[in-house]
């Protein structure tokens, strides 16, 4: 015997019997869906229609068994039903036996067999649901099902999360909300849960229409479970599918203050796409979002990830503009300046990506002070974290060394005192990134030169010559080598027998610790430009190592020498003319 004839063989009598009780009846017709959504899965014809026959047969089915953990005196309602809908069933059950058989007379008639069957079974499922939303099922009454552990089959799983939908379906308050606790909880506990939160029908769809609930408790239990679905890159979609965006800011805009978060949270990750952009800020979100961003009352946690919104919308150009024209950047600024790290990160991030690439935004933050913000952050004198002064560092690189008009400010501000103290001072992390950034800024203007050199910059570059780090040591000698280009700066560096002399020491050709041979010569190159220079590398003992180098043919050290030698030529002839 084959499966489907044990399909076939297993349905229950067709006549419910008089003398039962509404609860063995009940029983009867649930057995009897069992059946036939097992029966249903055979079936190879019409998929489409009897993909919509089998959901309403599971919604039934999950009715109905939320119906038979009632009491019996609370269920009557139900139990008037349960004729009507076995006879559907039955009629169901046969057209799927004559679709599995192929014995149907014709396709047009089985379509509107089928077209009739599924108007019937979604009739009594409204029907069940409106007998429900009066409070019908009640906690006391409920058959709780443990919760399948670590490690458990997709199957045990599946189960009880349709027992978690029927409980949200037709529980009444205290059911519903305890339901969404139990969800969210499996969720953080095992990831897998979303895929199969995913996979039930109508769990994502009962999620989106909670959060227009009226019960606060069901709205932030909701919010709290879609942000944790939307965490997963592969299901954002099935969200977006489902209608998620205006309800979330529905929810930004009247909800409660945990609503909002989780509201946010959600939007948040959604928003990482650009294409859900549009969406968004069609619904009003990006108004909601700077609403909340400038009220007084709203809290780290719920102004933290609208910020994270309105920074993944700006690179939208049409929704940056309209953020500008609504204030957005002085907002920012201000926010910069709050007490609360994660808004302060999420300010910072924001300022950096709206004026990503356009000056006159750059311009705009400057003059409302945004500069003037971030430096207090990088200050020594204040007590900020490691992490939000590299933050602070990194937005004003971005936003200033493009423009020459904003290093003059920030010269004047006093940035490089600020830098110079973290390459002196400060913690390896940071200390690394100053001096990233100290090297960068030597490059963008003969004024940035003089103001490093004046305020001691090159003693401490001369220090990283030595560094363990390639890079670091690449970084100190390029800077030093921009550095000494300045006619000022020269001078104060011969002044200093010992830089010279290690500058020379490091071009052994057989010391392999040393920095970039390149950028090394080219400072000695500059030193050349003036007399002190000239005597000082002349006479000091490593002079060899340069002479070893260019023996070795390498270009800049016979460069090196040659201007050596001719300068050594010119004092001989010199000292003969003057005899």
Wanted: charged share 25%.
């Amino acid at each position: 015997m084959g499966d489907e004839d044990g399909i076939r063989d297993s349905k229950p009598e067709q006549n419910l019997p008089e003398t039962s009780t509404g609860s063995s009846t009940l029983r009867q017709v649930i057995e009897f869906l069992t059946s036939l959504i097992s029966l249903s899965h055979s079936v190879r014809v019409f998929a489409a229609k009897w993909q919509v026959i089998r959901k309403k047969l599971e919604e039934l089915h999950s009715g109905l068994l939320a119906a038979e953990n009632c009491d019996s005196c609370e269920n009557s309602s139900v139990f008037a039903l349960v004729p009507v809908i076995f006879s559907t069933v039955n009629e169901c059950y046969d057209l799927a036996r004559r679709c599995v058989d192929l014995s149907y007379s014709g396709k047009l008639l089985m379509q509107s067999d089928l077209d009739v069957i599924c108007a019937k079974l979604d009739r009594h499922v409204r029907k069940l649901s409106y007998i429900y939303t009066t409070g019908t099922l009640t906690q006391r009454y409920a058959l709780v099902v443990s919760r399948p552990g670590l490690g458990a089959c997709k199957d045990d799983m599946k189960f009880y999360m349709r027992d978690l939908l029927t409980r949200m379906k037709v529980g009444d308050l205290v059911m519903k909300r305890k339901a969404l606790i139990n969800l969210h909880e499996v969720v953080v506990e095992d990831e897998k849960y979303v895929k199969v939160i995913v996979e039930v029908n109508d769990i994502v769809n009962m999620l989106v229409n909670f959060l227009d609930s009226p019960e606060v408790e069901i709205q932030e239990e909701s919010a709290k479970v879609v942000s944790l679905i939307a965490g997963f890159d592969c299901y954002k979609g099935v969200l977006i599918g489902a209608g998620i965006i205006a309800p979330l800011i529905r929810v930004l805009e009247c909800g409660s203050d945990l609503g909002k978060e989780g509201a946010a949270r959600c939007l948040q990750k959604l928003t990482e796409n650009s294409d859900n952009a549009w969406s968004f800020s069609a619904h009003g979100g990006v108004t909601a979002l700077l609403k909340i961003c400038t009220s007084d009352d709203c809290k780290g946690e719920l102004v933290g990830p609208a910020c994270g919104v309105l920074r993944n919308l700006v690179g939208v150009e049409e929704i940056k503009r309209f953020m500008i024209e609504e204030g957005a950047v002085s907002t920012f600024i201000k926010l910069v300046k709050c007490k609360d790290e994660g808004i302060q990160v999420n300010s910072i991030e924001f300022i950096q990506n709206i004026a990503s690439g356009d000056e006159l935004i750059r311009q705009m933050v400057i003059r409302e002070g945004g500069i003037r913000a971030l430096l207090r952050l990088f200050d020594p004198k204040w007590s900020y974290s490691c992490k939000i002064r590299q933050i602070a560092l990194r937005a004003i690189e971005n936003i200033c060394f493009p423009s020459i008009s904003s290093i003059s400010t920030l010269l004047n501000c006093g940035f490089v005192d600020q830098l110079l103290h973290y390459i002196r001072n400060g913690e390896v992390s940071i200390q690394e990134l100053a001096l990233k950034v100290a090297f960068r800024l030597c490059g963008t203007s003969e004024e940035a030169k003089k103001a490093m050199g004046d305020a001691g910059f090159m003693p401490e570059l001369v220090k990283f010559l030595n560094a363990k780090s390639f890079e670091v040591r690449e970084m100190a000698a390029e800077a030093l080598s921009g550095l000494v280009l300045v006619t000022k700066n020269r001078k104060k560096f011969v002044q200093d027998d010992q830089n010279i002399a290690l500058l020379l020491q490091l071009l052994d050709p057989d010391e392999r610790n040393s920095g970039n041979k390149k950028f090394l010569i080219s400072i000695l190159m500059s030193l050349t430009n003036c007399n002190s220079g000239r005597k000082r590398i002349a006479s000091s003992g490593y002079l060899k190592n340069i002479e070893k180098l260019a023996e070795a043919e390498v270009c800049d050290a016979k460069r090196l020498v040659r201007r050596l030698n001719k300068n050594r030529f010119r004092l001989m002839l010199s000292g003969i003319w003057h005899s």
